[in-house]
């Protein structure tokens, strides 16, 4: 079946460090979806990528589509305590109206 | 701030109870969506509709169900609670999207079910 996978899985930085969460599919996406989870919150939604090649920013945070709409980034430069959470990818493969859900990076920063 | 409510947060109950988790949302969204999420876990997608009427099942199996009778208004009921049921559930609109795409999630702050 369809899979998105996310890794890693968990990431501890020092703050001031960068951060990178990558998410590969086993399919062509039409869209990719990034969501931030707080400790003990609800997904947040971040952003939404369509097109090949992508690449947007948000303050710190970048976010890049790759050209066979396959894989995806979320970049961090320069960590703050307040980036701690979860970062979940989400996309569209095909006809298929379900976001299929990578399994989520875990990132903890250190003070 | 996204207008979505789940009732209650919290709640503790006995094995065989029957429960119901509220969602409502004021978006006017035809889509919305339940998740069953364990801490630091996936998101598991249980139930989904695109409108009045209309529910479909999710990519995990659930004993829950739920009912769409208002636009607004997406309960999950669990007619026998059991301590497999213990979790957060989700639950989550969008808006329609472009083409195939699903639109941007809001998700409520979630119900967190503990069975005894």
């Known amino acids: 079946g369809q899979q998105v996978m996310q890794i890693p899985q968990y990431q501890h930085v020092q703050e001031g460090e960068d951060f990178t969460t990558y998410c590969n599919s086993s399919?062509?996406?039409?869209?990719i979806q990034w969501y931030k989870q707080r400790p003990g919150g609800h997904p947040v939604f971040l952003i939404q990528l369509v097109k090949s090649g992508e690449v947007k920013k948000q303050k710190r945070l970048t976010f890049q589509f790759g050209e066979a709409k396959k894989n995806s980034s979320l970049h961090i430069t320069a960590t703050q305590t307040t980036d701690v959470g979860t970062y979940f990818c989400a996309g569209n493969a095909g006809n298929n109206r379900k976001l299929i859900w990578g399994l989520g990076t875990s990132l903890a920063v250190n003070p | 701030e996204a207008d979505i409510y789940q009732t209650p947060r919290y709640l503790v109950i006995g094995t065989g109870k029957k429960i119901t988790l509220e969602c409502s949302q004021t978006?006017?969204?035809?889509?919305m969506y339940w998740y069953q999420q364990d801490p630091g876990m996936e998101l598991h997608l249980i139930h989904y509709s695109y409108g009045v009427n209309s529910t479909e099942k999710g990519d995990l199996s659930s004993e829950s169900t739920v009912s769409r009778i208002r636009t607004e208004h997406f309960p999950l009921t669990l007619e026998s609670a059991r301590p497999s049921h213990t979790s957060q559930y989700l639950c989550a609109s969008s808006d329609e999207g472009t083409g195939a795409n699903t639109g941007e999630l809001f998700f409520g702050e979630g119900s967190r079910l503990t069975v005894l």
């Open positions: 399919t062509t996406l039409s869209n």
């Open positions: 978006m006017g969204h035809d889509k």
